[in-house]
């Protein structure tokens, strides 16, 4: 049962547009919401985060926001570079320190 | 800031042989993890550990055991490598707030 979902494998923009990345989750317990982007043979590496008693987190050119009564999550890139083209993970906790993580979505920014 | 080192970093076994990936932190951060890459299933906890000899399971836990003696050291042992195991393995600590994970470079092991 996947707790944590994207649903788009892929996504491809041009540069200077904005990417947006979408994630649903289904457990309600969940409290704590993250991003992570990952390069090809890189560990994945901490974007931005988001707590439940917040919509909205922004870090310079990335901005989470959150819909608790929808159970969605997304990332806004503005504008998108060559550089932010990478596996892109959101993942979710609750109480206890097990982080679960989405399958990915591929953003390729196009020059 | 945070270090970690994963040994090996790469390692082609036969079936059945058992195997240990190590996982080094230069630091004294409390929580470690071992998570599984694949294709098509994102990254998956197999093991986590909040201390000195004090582990919890993760989502695909079976065929893996993990052991922290050290505050620096986080082994992950295949008793009896499996096909199924060949995956990217990648070793994270805690360093600052809730959920944000440092993660090492990844072990690649391929199961033959």
Excluded at chain 2, 16 to 38: A, I, S
Aim: proline share 5%.
């Amino acid at each position: 049962d996947q707790q944590v979902k994207q649903n788009s494998p892929s996504l491809s923009v041009q540069e200077g547009r904005i990417s947006i990345l979408n994630c649903d989750y289904t457990n309600s317990m969940f409290d704590y919401f993250l991003w992570y982007k990952k390069y090809p043979a890189e560990g994945p590496t901490f974007l931005i985060s988001i707590s439940s008693i917040k919509d909205k987190n922004e870090d310079g050119r990335f901005t989470v926001f959150l819909n608790k009564s929808a159970k969605h999550l997304s990332l806004h890139i503005v504008p998108s570079q060559p550089g932010d083209s990478a596996v892109y993970f959101c993942a979710a906790k609750g109480g206890s320190e097990k982080l679960v993580f989405g399958k990915g979505t591929k953003l390729t920014v196009n020059p | 800031d945070a270090g970690i080192t994963q040994s090996p970093r790469h390692k082609v076994t036969e079936t059945g042989t058992p195997v240990t990936l190590r996982c080094h932190q230069t630091e004294n951060h409390r929580y470690m993890y071992w998570y599984r890459q694949d294709p098509g299933h994102g990254l998956r906890l197999i093991h986590y550990s909040y201390g000195v000899k004090d582990t919890d399971k993760g989502e695909v836990s079976d065929g893996y055991s993990v052991s922290r003696s050290k505050t620096e050291d986080f082994l992950l042992t295949l008793e009896s490598a499996t096909s199924s195991q060949t995956s990217v393995y990648f070793c994270a600590i805690r360093p600052r707030g809730p959920g944000e994970l440092f993660f090492g470079e990844g072990s690649r092991l391929t199961v033959l």
